[in-house]
């Protein structure tokens, strides 16, 4: 399910980036890595690489929905962040329920280990995708700090031991209303 949607959205891109006359990547090391690990670790793990990625993808997918210089292509990024604010409410809850019986010291052991993943996931997106955060209004220091708080916001989600989230809201509520980003205008 996750990969199919994930498929979808690599076609909006490649639609937009065709809307340009920009061409698209073949392929990316990142990518390879990605799959890779995805594919070999189990499905938990599977689960906390989509997590991460989404994460520190949403800030990138919400100043592209609100200040990319073309109508299309914020277009494209309203629609991929608000299926991605879905994606990561259901990984969210999946991950809260396997992660839920294990200690303190693990699920902090575990926080340690995703948050070396989810910085080298943002500086790789920040780095790659810099000159298009630029042509949006957002420095790449900026978007890094945002897309670090949105894994920990997800992140401190799925480890949480509450089976409810604060005040009623989903762990992901307003994800795309609170990201930092210059709007069109």
């Given amino acids: 399910m996750l990969v199919a949607e994930e498929q979808k959205h690599s076609a909006l891109f490649r639609r937009g980036l065709h809307r340009l006359k920009a061409s698209p990547l073949s392929g990316h090391w990142s990518d390879r890595i ?3 690990l995805r594919r070999s670790l189990g499905l938990r793990t599977e689960l906390a690489l989509f997590l991460t990625a989404e994460a520190v993808a949403m800030p990138y997918f919400v100043v592209l929905a609100r200040s990319a210089p073309d109508e299309v292509i914020r277009g494209i990024g309203t629609r991929i962040a608000l299926d ?3 994606h990561l409410a259901f990984q969210i809850d999946q991950l809260k329920q396997q992660l839920a019986s294990r200690t303190l010291p693990v699920r ?3 926080f340690i280990a995703w948050w070396c993943v989810a910085v080298g996931a943002a500086t790789v997106v920040a780095v790659d995708h810099g ?3 630029r042509v949006c209004g957002m420095p790449v220091r900026v978007y890094w700090g945002a897309a670090l708080r949105s894994f920990r916001r997800a992140a401190g989600a799925s480890l949480s031991r509450d089976l409810v989230a604060p005040a009623g809201r989903a762990p992901t509520a307003g994800v795309v209303e609170e990201s930092e980003g210059p709007r069109h205008g």
Wanted: charged residues 25%; negative net charge.
């Fill in 108 to 110: 902090a052991l575990v």
């Fill in 84 to 86: 991605e604010e879905h």
């Fill in 34 to 36: 990605f799959t890779r």
């Fill in 131 to 133: 000159p298009a955060l």
